[in-house]
């Protein structure tokens, strides 16, 4: 089922994108317990879906792409208040609760389909996580980002610490902007590599999400997948052991048959393979 409390979510098979709306706009979007279950069952859905080729996820109908952590709501979950609990007990309880947000933000990272975020106005928090955990990231100008847990007395423990150190490759940068919190705007994180493009406003910023989405949707799905299988392995291994692991995989998906059909289609002596339009073929 594609029913969720907290996402509202458009399925195209005759395309093959997903589309992903945050969907809590009253509270603008923030997270709570059954936002983080929620994103990672649809994305381990879509990830499994054979009519997914590629995912698509924004902000919805709220002023801001996310305000992060829902602090009202989580609050209430955690066993710190416990008094017949001593702290290493409270920390057993409290572990499955990180992990289990953890899991959520992840879930973007493991879907095998590329997942594109559209991102606006605030990325406060846990927006960051999850911007941080998507292949390609595009934003308005309106949009700013913030690695707030440490306003609120939390190191950012879900993404942020680990992945975005690695997307911009300025550690100082990160560093400041995790120690102080402060609000990093659109273009400071164009020109730092944490988003690809900047559109001058939201509606323009998914129009393009959209038109890169569906263009990504009508190539192989085993070339994307592979491709991402690759770019996963090889940024968390040495180059060496990335070009091992895909010489394993494209051993076997060589063989495939959308190389096969791709390679009649070839014209001439150059390699002029525009417009295969893989939409129908096999899945994988």
Same mark, same amino acid.
């Given at each position: 089922s594609w029913e969720f409390e907290t996402l509202a979510v458009q399925r195209d098979a005759a395309s093959g994108v997903l589309e992903i709306a945050l969907n809590r706009p009253k509270a603008l979007n923030a997270f709570n317990r059954a936002m983080w279950l929620d994103l990672r069952r649809c994305l381990e859905? /879509? $990830?499994?879906?054979?009519?997914? =080729?590629?995912?698509? %996820?924004?902000?919805?109908?709220?002023?801001?792409?996310?305000a992060g952590l829902d602090l009202?709501?989580? %609050?209430?979950?955690?066993?710190?208040?416990? *008094?017949?609990?001593?702290?290493?007990?409270? /920390?057993? =309880?409290?572990?499955? !609760? !990180?992990?289990?947000?953890?899991? &959520? !933000?992840?879930?973007? @990272?493991?879907?095998?389909?590329?997942?594109?975020? /559209?991102?606006?106005? &605030?990325?406060? &928090?846990?927006?960051?996580?999850? /911007? $941080?955990a998507c292949d390609i990231r595009?934003? $308005?100008?309106? #949009?700013?980002? $913030? !690695?707030? @847990?440490?306003?609120?007395? %939390? *190191?950012?423990?879900?993404?942020?610490?680990?992945? %975005?150190?690695?997307?911009?490759?300025?550690?100082?940068?990160?560093?400041?902007? #995790?120690?102080?919190?402060?609000?990093?705007? #659109? #273009? @400071?994180?164009k020109e730092l590599g944490l988003v690809g493009k900047v559109l001058p406003t939201r509606e323009a910023c998914l129009a393009e999400a959209r038109k890169v989405a569906h263009e990504i949707a009508s190539k192989s799905p085993v070339a994307v997948v592979g491709t991402k299988v690759s770019l996963n392995y090889s940024r968390d291994h040495t180059v060496q052991e990335g070009l091992d692991q895909i010489a394993q995989w494209n051993s076997i998906h060589l063989m495939s048959e959308d190389l096969m059909k791709a390679g009649f289609r070839v014209q001439g002596l150059g390699f002029r393979v525009q417009g295969l339009g893989f939409r129908g073929r096999r899945s994988p």
């Open positions: 859905t /879509a $990830s499994d879906d054979p009519d997914t =080729r590629c995912v698509l %996820l924004h902000g919805g109908e709220s002023r801001l792409f996310t009202k709501s989580e %609050l209430g979950g955690f066993p710190t208040g416990d *008094a017949k609990l001593d702290v290493s007990r409270k /920390a057993f =309880r409290m572990e499955p !609760i !990180i992990k289990r947000c953890q899991d &959520g !933000i992840s879930s973007c @990272e493991k879907c095998r389909k590329p997942v594109i975020v /559209a991102l606006h106005n &605030g990325v406060i &928090g846990a927006g960051v996580d999850l /911007a $941080s595009y934003c $308005s100008e309106d #949009a700013w980002f $913030s !690695i707030a @847990e440490v306003n609120v007395g %939390l *190191a950012a423990d879900v993404g942020t610490l680990q992945r %975005l150190p690695k997307i911009v490759g300025n550690d100082s940068v990160v560093r400041e902007l #995790a120690f102080t919190g402060r609000r990093m705007t #659109a #273009a @400071e994180a």
